[in-house]
Structure formats: structure tokens, C-alpha cells
């Protein structure tokens, strides 16, 4: 009897519960409705607040202003030759178009940062650029996330692209770096049309695969890819964002890649082939074209080496690898370049070669490139310790932030043109190779394997590794072609290049953008 009473109490408490519970749906319910209200009129007001705003600095300049979204506009990579061509092209187009670039770099003026494009690339623009300067640029930095790196840096941006709209509210925005969690902020709120140009997906299907397969890189640490608990968290952690960034970039009107292989996951995530194009970057060919392949010098050599050859009694074919050569590597010091494979390649060639004639004093490893803040910095002096480490320093150059004309005269001097990177999504820096007449040595992923690094009229451009041990061989095999073989594949190199000259991207982009850029001046 007692247990029947005990049953009887329990059930009236839990539908006692049940009835409580109901009788909160019905106000909370309304509640949520009146708080999605309240937010949807808070981003109305916002919205018309700012686009009067918009009309209000339209009707003062007199006309459409064009902003082009790049917190690091200061530093010297390929992303930033992409910036000032665009700027270039749209300003010889369309003169009575304001311009306009939202920047998160510190202790520089703007006139100091167009002199830095004008040395690094040789770009000078035809009429002013304005300048917003960010204050929040560590909302993006990796440094400020050491755990969920993407996710931090992408609402980071949304914060960063905040504050680029409270400053100045364009009609056109252009998300040139790649940070596609602003492009929503631009569009709904500050009712801007927007572009953009995606030089790397921010997550993509090979990440995913790397992350599964647990293999440990850059971006997958060691503690992880050991983990399979871990592994599957980061699994579906990336899903998720792919998702997230998939929703992001779709609110583009405008999608430009810069290459076959970002053209592939940007299809994939985004989901807008009509409104996406592949824009190939601008690489600075002409300037590297004017120099001549110096075909008589290297017969005159190859001849010169053989009588020395037969004097000495030598069985060894007289080549070019007796000559000094240097190999030279053009890259940001990103963690994703991976100088170290090249420095260990490089050390691995030296093994090959011997100390003999044509071997390591004959032997230059030159690494070009820009540091964007400390974190790259700090990542040279590692360099320059593993350098000594395996005992190759007195071989290494490390040449930062050099003008443009140094640079050139590097890339001229050189045998070998060295490229590393995992699944790089283009690489200026190849093109560049090429076309300065190196020999190209690149990674057998990404943009280099599929659209440079590929035949041409049926001969061969370059060469493709993926390993310490492929790289020196691959190496030793270019060192040992006699300099008519070697110059029968500049040849091919060079002549396939021209197809990413400044014209041509200044073609594709302004066709690209044309859609947009017409709408601006009615």
C-alpha cells in the first residue's frame, strides 16, 4: 500500500513538472520572438544607418569609392602584387572611381607603403589610394589563437571587418586576402556589393584528408595526428567550419581564384560556379624577359669545360655543374613554405656532391623572401639555427625584404629556382623562376603540378619532387645536364610563362569585375 502511495506521489510530481514546463513554452516562446524581433530592427537601423552614411560620402567625393580589404597591404608577397595590379587596372579604367584600402599596418604612412610596392614590384599607381589604417590586426594573427586556429582568426576578421566598415562604407568591397567572413558583414549590413580574389581556401577537402589520415604538418600537430579521439574531433571541427565558410563566401557577386587546384575547393565549398573564374595572379615576366638566356655564354662554357676536361685527363663529361651555382627559393618565411625541407634537401645535395671540383664550394643555397611581423622573423633565426645545426651555414643566404632589382639580379644568376610548399595554391614566385631563366624545381601538388610546371608544345618546363630525397636527387639531376639541355628547358619555361604576365591578369580581372564596376557609375 505504501509503495502504491509513493507511486501515486511520484506521478503527480512529474506531471506537476510537465505542466510547469508548458506553461513557460508559450511565454518563452514569445519571448525569443520579440528578442528576434528587436535584433532584426537593430540590424535594419544599422543597415539604413550606414548606407546613409554611404550616400552621404558619395554625394560629398562625388562619386563611387572602391575599398579593398588587406590588413598585411605592407608586406612582399604575391598577395600583394595581386592588390596594387588590381589597383592599377581598375584606376586606368575607371577615372572617376575613388579608391580606397583597408590596412592593419602600424608605424608606416601610406606614402611609405606605396614606395615599398613600387621596390618590391616595380608597380607605381597612377592617381592617389587612400589608406584606412586598422587597429585591431592581431584579431587575425595565428599567434592570438594557439587552439582553434581557423575559427579564431575568421571571427577575428569579422571583428577586424567591423571596425574596416564603422571607418569608411564603400560601394564595392574586395576581400583580396582571403577573409570571407567579412563579405557577409559588408553586404547585409553595409548593403555594399562585394567581390572577391581567393588565393587559398581557408579550409579545404586536402586539410580534411591530412586530418584523417593523421599525418602530422604545419597546420595538423604532432599530438594530434597521433590521437585517433583527437583526430576525429578535429575531423568534425573542420566540417563544421567548412560549412560555416562554405555559407561565408557565397555571398560573393563576384569570385575570382587564381588557380586550377583553388578553383576545385573554392567550387566545392562555396558552391557558385556562375559567378566564379579562374584569375590568374600577375607575375612580373616582362621585366625577367628582357634578360637573354645568354645561349652563347653557356656553349662557350660547356666547350670551355671540355678542353679543360681533356687537359686534365678527366673520364668525368665536362657539364655545367662545374660552374657556381646557385639555388634560390623566393617565398614569405611561412611556416607553410617549408624552408626547412629545402635547407635539409640542400644539405642532402651537398652529401651527393662531394667536395671535388663542381661540388659543395661550387654550391649556393639563397632564400629570398619577406617577414611580415615577429612570428616570421623568429622563424628565420630557426632557420639560421638549423642551418648550423647540419653544418651548411657558410652555404646559406637568407636575403629579407630585398627590392626588386636585387631580387631580379638573383633570379638571373641562378641555376635552380627552389619551391617547396605543400599544395601551394599558385606560386608567383615559380612564374617568376621561369621566367628569369632558372630552372624550376617545384612541389608536386597544388598550382605548380597542375597549370606551370606543366609541358609546353610538348617540352618540358621544369622539374616536380615531394621529398628531401627526391629534391637532391632532382637537384643533381638538373646540375648534371650539359648546358644545352638545360637551355632547351628555359626556353620551354620561358615561353610558357607569358600566359601570367601583368597584361593578361589586367585582362581577366577587369573582365571579371565588370559586372560590378558598371553598376557603380550609373
Known sequence: MAGHDHHHNLSLCFCDLMRLLWSLVVP??????????????????????????????????????????????????????????????LMHRYPGVSFVVYTGDQGVTGEQ???????????????PVTFIFLHHRTLVEATSYPHFTLLGQSAGSMFLGWEALMAFVPDLYVDSM???????????????????????????????????????????????????????????YYCCFALLYGLAGSCSDVIMVNSTWTLGHILALWRSPSRTSIVYPPCDVRAFLDVPLDEEDEEEMEEGWE????????????????????????????????????????????????????GRESLRLV???GCRNQEDEERVLMLRGLCQELAVEDRVDFKLNVPFEELKRELVDATIGLHTMWNEHFGIGVVECMAAGTIVLAHKSGGPKLDIVVPYEDGQTGFLADSEDSYAAAMETILTLSPAARLEIR???????????????????????????SKLER
Open 178 to 236: 582571403g577573409y570571407a567572413f567579412t563579405l557577409p558583414i559588408f553586404r547585409y549590413l553595409g548593403g555594399c556589393k562585394v567581390a572577391s580574389y581567393v588565393h587559398y581556401p581557408t579550409v579545404s577537402t586536402d586539410m580534411l584528408s591530412v586530418v584523417r589520415e593523421r599525418n602530422p604538418r604545419f597546420n595538423n600537430a604532432d599530438f594530434i595526428s597521433r590521437n585517433p579521439v583527437l583526430s576525429a574531433v578535429k575531423v568534425v
Open 113 to 127: 607603403i606605396l614606395e615599398g610596392a613600387s621596390q618590391r614590384f616595380n608597380i607605381t599607381l597612377p592617381r
Open 307 to 358: 678542353e679543360l676536361g681533356r687537359e686534365l685527363g678527366s673520364e668525368e663529361e665536362a657539364g655545367g655543374d662545374r660552374k657556381c651555382h646557385s639555388i634560390v627559393s623566393v617565398g614569405q618565411f611561412r611556416p607553410e613554405k617549408d624552408h626547412r625541407l629545402q635547407i635539409r634537401a640542400f644539405r642532402k645535395l651537398l652529401d651527393r656532391r662531394g667536395e671535388g671540383p663542381g
Open 367 to 369: 632564400l629570398i623572401g
Open 491 to 517: 626556353r620551354n619555361a620561358r615561353r610558357s610563362v607569358e600566359r601570367f604576365s601583368d597584361q593578361e591578369f589586367e585582362v581577366c580581372f577587369l573582365a571579371a569585375m565588370e559586372s560590378l564596376m
Open 28 to 89: 518563452c516562446a514569445y519571448l525569443s520572438l520579440l528578442l528576434t524581433l528587436l535584433l532584426l530592427l537593430l540590424l535594419l537601423g544599422l543597415r539604413m544607418w550606414l548606407q546613409g552614411r554611404q550616400k552621404a560620402r558619395r554625394a560629398q567625393d562625388g562619386g563611387p569609392a572602391v575599398a579593398f580589404f588587406h590588413p598585411y597591404c605592407n608586406a612582399g608577397g604575391g598577395g600583394e602584387r595581386v592588390l596594387w595590379c588590381s589597383l592599377r587596372a
